[in-house]
């Protein structure tokens, strides 16, 4: 995992926001996927630091919070 990806390096990129956010809630994770890369941002901070993970870091990520 790396901290605070610089803003160039997240120019261009496709941020999607949960399901079951809802329309007006602004109060989300935000995650934009690339093929080596998982970045992950506060909704409310757009321009603020974000994560980067590695798709099988964000896989494990993912498990660990489903069990």
């Keep these: 995992m790396t901290a605070k990806p610089s803003p160039g390096d997240r120019a261009g990129l496709v941020w999607f926001k949960s399901s079951y956010s809802g329309a007006n809630n602004n109060d989300c994770v935000e995650v934009a996927a690339e093929p080596l890369v998982l970045h992950v941002r506060d909704s409310k901070n757009?321009?603020?630091?974000?994560?980067?993970?590695?798709?099988?870091?964000?896989?494990?990520?993912?498990?660990?919070t489903r069990a």
């Design 46 to 64: 757009a321009d603020g630091s974000a994560l980067a993970f590695a798709p099988a870091a964000w896989t494990r990520f993912l498990a660990a």
